[in-house]
Nanobody, 124 residues
Framework: QVQLVESGGGLVQAGGSLRLSCVAS????????MGWFRQAPGKEREFVAA????????KYGDSVKGRFTISRDNVKTTQYLQMNSLKPEDTAVYYC?????????????????WGQGTQVTVSS
């Protein structure tokens, strides 16, 4: 079993920045792709970003391309999501996720482990 714990959420004004962190613990997550999803009230959970085990491959949802950057530190078993130029529509609960394969990490059904989520609120 892998436990994922997010931190770094909060309230920020439009145009501001936040950095989310997700620490993995428990059973080794060696080889796992890591990612972020988000869910706004009344909406479905959507893919935000993902990164391969090596960090050499990344994917982003269309709505965050050019503004968000995903990274990871396997020594610290931590992944990060740097969010810049935040917009009110970025307001959501952000979930850390781990998937066995990078090819399918964008799919909710492929996620093996989820964090409990951290709230991000962007005021206009």
């Amino acid at each position: 079993q892998v436990q994922l714990v997010e931190s770094g959420g909060g309230l920020v004004q439009a145009g501001g920045s936040l950095r989310l962190s997700c620490v993995a613990s428990g059973r080794t997550f060696s080889g796992y792709a890591m990612g972020w999803f988000r869910q706004a009230p009344g909406k479905e959970r959507e893919f935000v970003a993902a990164i391969s085990w090596s960090g050499g491959s990344t994917k982003y949802g269309d709505s965050v391309k050019g503004r968000f950057t995903i990274s990871r530190d396997n020594v610290k078993t931590t992944q990060y999501l740097q969010m810049n130029s935040l917009k009110p529509e970025d307001t959501a609960v952000y979930y850390c996720a781990a998937a066995r394969y990078m090819d399918t990490v964008v799919l909710l059904s492929s996620i093996r482990y989820w964090g409990q989520g951290t709230q991000v609120t962007v005021s206009s």
